[in-house]
């Protein structure tokens, strides 16, 4: 069964890190693209970038050098990274995946973790 | 970057009414479209790919349509189980851009 989770902190302090950990199962990392979605509250949904299966990575440059993304696939655990966080990086951030397309179509989310940048 | 502009911004139907969302790309994205339906707290489901492939176990009153930068969802019968909000997404090219979001309601 195919199954993504992030877990990672409800509360960031402004200019502080954001480390967020997607944890899969039912599939394998080196078979499987993961992506980073982010939703903030009441709004639409931004692709922040991806790790691809054979280990490299892809950036939105939204985020210039800010975000780092990476993965330990003996744990089937993909890590986002994104430094000095702002107000409006408050979000919903999501893993996904896209399992049965070749294409970057999201046929499976995870529940998204919920993250609020504090002053 | 492409962007797509997604229309209406929300939307007021009867049940059993027939509703079009469009989504327009600023370049051809040659089908490489995307459709999901999100619920209130509930993460985004993909419902069609390919601009107009049903994705399994999405009802058949939902169908997509569209080619070049032009696209379209279209809800038949509307029941009350597809109050939501829409998404399109393009995966043409890097960065993935989705459209804005078409919050759908029941009159």
């Known amino acids: 069964q195919v199954q993504l989770k992030e877990t990672g902190p409800d509360l960031v302090q402004l200019t502080q890190p954001l480390s967020i950990t997607c944890t899969v199962s039912g599939f394998s990392l080196t078979t499987y693209n993961i992506h980073w979605v982010r939703q903030p509250p009441g709004e639409g949904l931004e692709w922040m970038g991806a790790?691809?299966?054979?280990?490299?990575?892809d950036y939105n440059s939204t985020f210039k050098s800010r975000l780092s993304i990476n993965r330990d696939t003996s744990k089937s655990q993909v890590f986002l990274k994104m430094n000095s966080l702002q107000t409006d990086d408050t979000a919903k951030y999501f893993c996904?995946?896209?399992?049965?397309?070749?294409?970057?179509?999201?046929?499976?989310w995870g529940q998204g973790v919920m993250v609020t940048v504090s002053s | 970057d492409i962007r797509m502009t997604q229309s209406p911004a929300s939307l007021s139907a009867s049940l059993g009414e027939t509703v079009n969302i469009e989504c327009l790309a600023s370049?051809?994205?040659?089908?490489?479209l995307a459709w999901y339906q999100q619920k209130p707290g509930r993460s985004p489901q993909l419902l069609i790919y390919n601009a107009d492939s049903l994705q399994n176990g999405v009802p058949s009153r939902f169908s997509g349509s569209g080619s070049g930068t032009q696209y379209s969802l279209k809800i038949n019968s509307l029941q009350s189980e597809d109050v939501a909000t829409y998404f399109c997404?393009?995966?043409?090219?890097?960065?993935?851009?989705f459209g804005s979001g078409t919050k759908l309601e029941i009159k």
């Open positions: 996904v995946t896209n399992y049965y397309y070749s294409g970057d179509v999201f046929d499976y």
């Open positions: 997404q393009q995966y043409n090219n890097y960065p993935l851009t």
């Open positions: 790790m691809w299966n054979g280990g490299g990575t």
């Open positions: 370049e051809d994205i040659y089908s490489d």
